[in-house]
């Protein structure tokens, strides 16, 4: 199922009308409501109680929406974790240089690049040592 048409349900049953999320979304209320129907469609039941005046949630609905809440906020966390790992620089820096320049150029920055950069391992290739 579309995640997407998921928390559109999700925000039918929070604001109780299709046109008050078209107005949150900026969609057509007509879109809002063949989503749901999709939805419904989809499962097999009805997911709201739908009249002219008033939309409320079937049991049905109550139960449906109370299992998939927690796990659209999981889908949340989960996204974020991925996005934040794969935002920060990680993993093993090997560099060969000489040990005159190592110890005047790279090693007085090694401390700072830790400091910003915690995920970074820096390892001597030579002797498969880590410096830090």
């Known amino acids: 199922m579309d995640i ?38 989809q499962l ?10 008033q939309l409320t949630l079937t049991e049905a609905g109550s139960v449906y929406l109370a299992r998939i809440g927690p796990l659209l906020d999981d889908m949340d966390l989960a996204r974020d974790a991925a996005a934040e790992v794969s935002t920060q620089p990680s993993g093993r820096v090997r ?5 005159a320049f190592g110890q005047e ?6 401390a700072d690049m830790r400091t910003a950069l915690p995920e970074i ?5 030579r002797f498969s040592k880590t410096i830090f």
Do not use: M, N
């Open 44 to 53: 097999g039941l009805r997911l709201f109680q739908r009249s002219t005046r």
């Open 105 to 110: 150029v790279i090693v007085p920055h090694l």
């Open 95 to 99: 560099l060969t240089a000489s040990v």
């Open 4 to 41: 997407t048409a998921l928390r559109t349900v999700q925000l039918v049953a929070h604001h109780q009308s299709f046109a008050a999320v078209a107005r949150v979304l900026d969609v057509d209320p007509s879109s809002v409501s063949r989503t749901v129907a999709g939805i419904e469609g």
């Open 121 to 125: 391992v820096c390892g001597c290739p």
